[in-house]
């Protein structure tokens, strides 16, 4: 694979499609700057923003990209977890992800087991990833494609009134964005040094 990627660089670059420094810059972003950091914030801002948080569901491509970080996302779309239903995303077909809001996919997300079992047995899945959910919520899946990617609202944990933006992001994991997780509860990153 990485073989026919050089080849397929030194191609487009001789033929003067691409240009080489301009592919590193994009590299760079994905390993450095963009990742699920960003998605962080935006969960965090939605607990913290009621009317954000309406804009992001109503359309998270728009609200997203008013915030002006370095990915702009261009077909997102954002689920909310609440106790009667909880999203979970995959791409059955291939590895499809939100990549401008969560950065590079984890290799599990690409892997085919994950992809076929998602949907066929996601209660599994999520206890394989350590979560236990009611027997009474729903379990949603969605079905990311070229044109459509999916990020997950958690829940907002219980003991954190009052928390900033910045401090609400620390909770939010990435899996709990692609609906293999759960935010953090408070203690357990009462140990980690305070940004
Ligand atoms: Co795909």
Redesign the pocket.
Known sequence: MQLRVRALESILTEKGYVDPEALDFIIEAYETRIGPHIGARIVAKAWADPQFKQRLIADATAAVGALGFAGRPTHLIAVENTPKRHNMIV???????PWEVLGLPPVWYKSSPYRSRAVIDPRGVLAEFGVRLPAETEIRVWD???ETRFIVVPMRPAGTPGWSEEKLARLVTRNAMVGTGLALAPAEIAGEAAT
């Open positions: 791409c059955t077909l291939c590895s499809c992800y990311s494609t070229a």
